[in-house]
């Protein structure tokens, strides 16, 4: 299909440039064996990847602790719930646990750049668990933060890989509960299309330029996951979803990915209900490359973007709560309008 953006008008350094051809020969490969691991080892690899959790991280408190009646990581003091929040739905094809170096780390670089608090549930995990456990778990961990009392206004909900697709079907699982929608929303790199492996378009046209994804690790992460189920459900493939009532969304992805077209048409589908949804495209850098800042410096500032569309959505509520704090009377605070992320 036709691009419908263009390409993020950022440079690429030559060596992040290297590290993405060392990936495609040496990463892609062994993500396509890892697809290949029987259940039991598969299992193991959950501990190994679990491993480290640190505190803090980028300044900030990491704890383990269960919210809505769900385990997760909290970055901050949950206490604080006049503070905005982060909830970070991870990915990793629905089978890996929220890496330290990776997920944790970002959560944090993110919630220190919202002066936000952070909370990243630990959902249940494919092979044994399959779907819907997992948005289940992010349907709890939502309740439970409006339970503790968090201004839904104040909630930046983010997901990247197939956290982005837990991100979406979150959003129909909120909407069909009637509670209040986040202010937000981020999907990063989403996977939007479950029930067909070989489509959208960009899943065979850039199955060879793809530095990360293996385009035959599809097939047993639908095993896994979704086995027996109807995937064109819009829980599970979210491109197939009414996005009315949606609140803005901010796609991020790259251009050689093979999930390229997952979120173009996700955004277009959007856009067409009238929700405020915008996406950048960024040149040469693999699948959910913002968490990837160690690899990538270029990466900072996809999370600078991020944290950019964020504050704009987060202002309305931050004013009327400064309305409230000053004893401001009704009506004498000023509205202002949330604009995405330019093109």
């Not at 890996?96 to 630990?122: E, I, Q, S, T, Y």
Request: glycine residues 8%.
């Amino acid at each position: 299909m036709d691009r419908d953006y263009p390409l993020k008008p950022v440079a690429i350094g030559r060596r992040s440039r290297r590290r993405v051809a060392l990936m495609r020969h040496l990463l892609k490969p062994l993500v396509r064996l890892q697809a290949l691991l029987p259940r039991m080892a598969a299992i193991r690899s959950q501990v190994r990847l679990a491993a480290g959790l640190r505190s803090p991280v980028a300044d900030q408190v990491i704890d383990y602790q269960v919210v809505g009646g769900v385990p997760s990581i909290t970055v901050g003091e949950l206490a604080a719930t006049d503070s905005p929040v982060v909830l970070y739905l991870h990915g990793g094809a629905f089978m890996l646990p929220p890496v330290p170096v990776a997920h944790v780390n970002f959560h944090a670089r993110l919630c220190r750049d919202l002066k936000a608090v952070g909370l990243m549930p630990d959902y249940r995990l494919a092979p044994l668990h399959r779907y819907p456990a997992p948005l289940d778990d992010c349907e709890r961990a939502y309740r439970g933060l409006l339970d503790l009392g968090f201004d839904p206004a104040k909630i930046v909900l983010a997901g990247e890989s197939a956290g982005g697709n837990l991100v979406l079907g979150l959003l129909q699982r909120i909407r069909k509960a009637g509670l209040p929608m986040p202010a937000c929303a981020v999907p990063i790199s989403a996977v939007t299309e479950m029930a067909r492996v070989h489509a959208p378009p960009s899943r065979s046209d850039r199955a060879r330029r793809d530095p990360m994804l293996p385009i035959q690790a599809f097939g047993k992460m639908l095993i896994h996951y979704a086995e027996g189920c109807d995937a064109s459900d819009p829980e599970l493939s979210p491109i197939l979803a009414d996005f009315s009532g949606f609140p803005p969304l901010y796609f991020l992805v790259g251009e050689d990915e093979i999930l390229l077209d997952d979120s173009l048409i996700a955004a277009r589908r959007a856009r067409q209900a009238g929700v405020d949804a915008s996406v950048d495209v960024w040149p040469i850098l693999p699948h959910a490359f913002p968490l990837f800042e160690g690899l990538f410096p270029e990466a900072a500032r996809a999370r600078e973007d991020i944290a950019t569309f964020a504050r704009a959505q987060l202002q309305p509520a931050v004013a009327a709560a400064t309305d409230v704090g000053e004893g401001k009377g009704e009506g004498e605070g000023e509205g202002r309008s949330a604009n995405g992320v330019a093109q």
